[in-house]
């Protein structure tokens, strides 16, 4: 707990109008728990382009064991639900998991708000469950994650490149001059998707774990429904890895009293204000997404 942020953790069945997710979707993270030690089942194998992308092989003898970090299933219902990946990781298929080491496991966000939406989850048991305002004090911590999240915004990038690049104009004037016989001796260098990336953790998270949300800035997803879902990922109430800590007096330590999840809608990438029309808001985004595509 933070002490006078508001920040307290609630039982997990207690709504709170600082969460940025709804209750159903906060039980809904609680996984299904793979255990191929307990049952002799084994996850599904599915794969995609994606996951073939973002794989890893794992890391398997020195990673911390399920039962190191006290693994039931009922242990992981609820606003617990994080808590399963970084238990048996290897347990989950490469669509949910897309890659873990020792010290991380990176997810696809079970409920995402963007086209691509990823989640890091640190495993160090000394940190996995604090509020984030703590558990970047530690500066070696924060160092870790930064250089994490580096490749993870690399991997997103990629992944964006390979969906969306064949509409890019800059893309597109690269993909030319490599055709070209003999290609120029220095080409165009393309479209940054570094840039087309955001990153950060909740001034109030709505899982226990600790967890670094890392998506594409579009904003298009069937699982973005309201106000709050948008304006956790475009308002201060998203505060980035690299602003942590924060100093005294920073507003984003009182997401409540900012009102962050309650200010007007805005447009990303216009600034156009919707107010409190969500549905216009939603309309328009898949226009600016088709824009934005082909940039």
């Known amino acids: 707990m933070v002490a006078g942020t508001g920040h307290e953790k609630l039982p997990d069945n207690t709504e ?7 209750n159903d979707e906060i039980d809904g993270t609680a996984a299904p728990f793979y255990s191929s030690e307990k049952s002799g089942a084994s996850p599904p194998k599915t794969r995609n382009a994606f996951t073939a992308l973002m794989s890893r092989s794992p890391i398997g003898s020195s990673e ?3 039962a190191a970090l006290g693994a039931t299933r009922g242990s992981f219902d ?12 290897a347990s989950f298929p490469p669509s949910i998991v897309i890659y873990h080491t020792p010290k991380f496991v990176v997810i696809n966000d ?3 708000k963007s086209s691509v939406h990823l989640l890091i989850l640190p495993r160090d048991p000394s940190k996995f469950s604090l509020h984030p305002y703590e558990a970047f004090d530690d500066p070696v911590f924060r160092a870790e994650v930064l250089a994490e999240l580096a490749k993870v915004t690399t991997l997103v990038a990629k992944e964006l490149r390979r969906r969306y690049g064949r509409l890019s104009a ?4 690269r ?6 016989d003999p290609p120029p001796d220095e080409l165009p260098s393309g479209r940054d998707w570094e840039r087309e990336v955001i990153s950060g953790l909740h001034a109030h998270p709505s899982m226990n774990h600790l967890h670094i949300h890392v998506l594409s800035v579009d904003r298009v997803s069937n699982c973005l429904k309201h106000r709050k879902h948008y304006n956790s990922f475009a ?3 998203l505060v980035p890895v690299e602003d942590l800590p924060l100093e005294e007096g920073d507003p984003r330590l009182h997401p409540g009293r900012e009102g962050y999840l309650r200010r007007d809608l805005v447009c990303w990438r216009c600034r156009r204000n919707f107010g409190n029309g969500f549905k216009g808001l939603k309309e328009h985004l898949l226009q600016e997404f088709e824009e934005w595509k082909r940039e």
């Open 175 to 180: 993909e030319e001059a490599m055709e070209v």
């Open 170 to 173: 800059l893309d597109r004037v």
């Open 235 to 237: 308002t201060p109430f």
């Open 110 to 112: 079970r409920y995402p």
């Open 64 to 66: 911390p064991k399920a």
């Open 16 to 22: 709170n109008p600082l969460d940025a997710i709804s």
């Open 78 to 89: 609820s606003r617990n639900g994080l808590g399963a990946y970084l238990a048996d990781p």
